[in-house]
């Protein structure tokens, strides 16, 4: 009786509210699942429902003694997802903010910026600046969040004295072509003599990245063996030496892993070989030994960053680097693709060489995130680092390819063939209701079915009294 009484509106409302009830979920999930990576639904019930429901909580330490393999494998997931200083980040007066005068956009996100304002202040500050007047003024400087406030604060400090951090400030930042930063280091380094090291490194790093821009090949990587020769702390001289790999070609494996190391190894292999390589004589013939280093060299490299063969084959477009990296993330792959694109396409056939093997390389590692063939496990942290680091103007290359949850796919459907039924009932009302009542109807006939039975088998006297309670 009750379904008799249904009208034809019942079911416009009904189906109407569930695609719209839909349709909101459909968006928030595809709005976090690309701002976050995840599924919020499938989130709430890994986090918080599957506790309740007596299943085991990722968070509860346990009692298992975990191997020395896999203890090593946390660290160096770790170490892997930490943010590095960009060795060979771009000056902001004369390469930045130009890109932003000319396209209205932020090379830069805060997150990048304010990694670097906490470097400057180590890097350019001690516990004697306040002992120095124009010092005392740079440190409260290289604090100020306000670029112009920096830059005034620098011209104040050089009224008292030629100071080599306010010579740095103005070069990185006011100076609007490399000429003019270069120009400005060397009034630097030679104010600075009376600094510690970290300034006259930083100084003389920054004067050989000039004369690399200028052309200057030669005389960059001399400066650069001088700035090894100066550099007293490790972490200083890791920079350095990841500089001069840039100059050197260096292919010592040994070396700390990066992107530049081992796709600059790779490039060297392939030079032996790439100018005659086809991948139709190969198939024949099969791989000759210096071939199969070659292909071997390029997928170590591809599996330590997977992200780099997108940019050097130009399948995605370039941005300008960031000032901080992450090891094996997209923002490594940006920062070297900048840098060496020129040198793959100088060296003749290094480029289809890379386009025919690359993708090989995924075959050895079908479970990256859990097991990796030459190096760890790629980490799970780099998408949500780069999109700290990168702007938002830039899509984040993700590795491996995230598939789209279930739950986004289910309400997709599910609001489609709600809205489609409201829809077919607004327009054929009569004839909906026929096909909902027989839909109803034929959805009940078990249960009609299992109640006739029910009643037949049953004493009817029982069955009057259970009816009645």
Request: one cysteine or more.
């Amino acid at each position: 009786m009750f379904l008799n009484t249904l009208t034809p509106k019942f079911y416009v409302a009904l189906t109407g509210t569930s695609s719209l009830i839909s349709g909101l979920i459909l968006i928030f999930e595809w709005w976090y699942f690309r701002k976050y990576g995840t599924s919020f639904i499938e989130q709430v019930s890994v986090s918080h429902l599957r506790p309740l429901l007596g299943g085991v909580d990722s968070s509860a330490p346990t009692n298992t003694t975990t191997s020395n393999g896999e203890a090593d494998s946390s660290r160096q997931s770790v170490s892997e997802c930490k943010v590095w200083r960009n060795p060979l980040n771009l000056f902001r007066g004369a390469e930045y903010n130009r890109y932003t005068w000319v396209t209205g956009r932020e090379p830069l996100t805060y997150y990048d910026m304010n990694l670097s304002a906490q470097d400057h202040q180590t890097f350019f500050t001690c516990d004697t600046d306040h002992l120095r007047p124009a010092d005392a003024i740079m440190q409260k400087a290289w604090r100020e969040r306000n670029p112009q406030a920096r830059i005034s604060a620098a011209h104040e400090a050089l009224e008292l004295e030629d100071c080599a951090t306010a010579f740095i400030l103005l070069a990185e930042e006011e100076s609007t072509t490399i000429m003019e930063a270069e120009r400005l280091f060397k009034q630097a380094l030679k104010a600075g003599e009376r600094r510690d090291t970290n300034v006259l490194v930083y100084i003389k790093r920054r004067l050989a990245m000039c004369s690399r821009k200028l052309g200057r090949t030669r005389e960059a990587a001399k400066m650069m063996r001088d700035v090894g020769a100066l550099t007293v702390a490790r972490s200083l001289f890791l920079i350095a030496l990841a500089c001069v790999c840039v100059f050197v070609c260096s292919t010592d494996i040994s070396l700390p892993k990066s992107a530049t190391i081992c796709y600059t190894a790779a490039l060297l292999k392939a030079r032996a070989v790439s100018d005659k390589f086809s991948p139709e004589a190969a198939s024949r013939r099969g791989l000759s030994t210096a071939e199969m280093n070659a292909v071997e060299a390029i997928h170590r490299a591809v599996e330590f960053n997977p992200h780099v063969p997108k940019y050097l084959l130009e399948m995605k477009s370039l941005i300008l680097p960031p000032e901080h990296i992450l090891k094996r993330g997209d923002s490594e792959a940006i920062a070297y693709a900048f840098f060496h694109l020129q040198h793959w396409k100088r060296v003749e056939g290094a480029l289809n060489l890379l386009h025919c093997t690359w993708e090989g390389t995924f075959r050895m590692i079908p479970y990256p995130l859990e097991k990796g063939h030459l190096f760890y496990p790629y980490p799970i942290c780099t998408e949500t680092a780069d999109r700290e680091l990168l702007p938002i103007f830039h899509e984040v290359s993700v590795y491996p390819k995230k598939e789209l949850p279930f739950f986004i796919l289910f309400t997709a459907g599910l609001c489609s063939f709600t809205a489609m039924l409201a829809l077919l009932t607004h327009q054929f009302p009569e004839l909906m209701g026929v096909f909902a009542k027989a839909f109803l109807s034929t959805l009940f006939a078990p249960l009609n079915f299992i109640m006739e039975k029910v009643e037949s088998l049953l004493p009817s006297s029982l069955w009057h009294q259970l009816t009645r309670i």
